[in-house]
């Protein structure tokens, strides 16, 4: 498994924006470039939910619905960091946000301890 650390979680007003970050700290570039990697995040007495993903090489993403034009997910291979780039930000975007690796989409099987972001409206 990967161990990964989440951050730049806050409070920030709708309509705002709010980057996050989460590091694999164990991996080698090489290594960190094998993993799909999503983001995921889970509101008060929900279930956690699919965000979006990027393949290894960073040149595919995929985002959730409700997110798609709001959200850009990248990745650092060098720095073994990924990015949640969350613009025009609402209320319903209040979660705790999860990043996770795994060997392909829908096979995630490390998780970080996540960040929490508080949208007001």
């Known amino acids: 498994q990967v161990q990964l650390v989440e951050s730049g979680g806050g409070l920030v007003q709708a309509g705002g924006s709010l980057r996050l970050s989460c590091l694999a700290s164990?991996?080698?570039?090489?290594?960190?470039?094998?993993?799909?990697l999503g983001w995921f995040r889970q509101a008060p007495g929900k279930e956690r939910e699919f965000v979006g993903g990027i393949g290894g090489s960073g040149d595919s993403a995929w985002y959730e619905d409700s997110v798609k034009g709001r959200f850009t997910i990248s990745r650092d291979n060098v720095k073994t960091i990924v990015y949640l780039q969350m613009t025009s930000l609402k209320p319903e975007d209040t979660a705790v946000y999860y990043c996770?690796?795994?060997?392909?989409?829908?096979?995630?099987?490390?998780w970080g301890q996540g960040t929490q972001v508080t949208v007001t409206s």
């Open positions: 164990e991996l080698t570039f090489s290594s960190f470039s094998n993993y799909v």
């Open positions: 996770a690796a795994g060997p392909g989409p829908a096979k995630y099987d490390s």
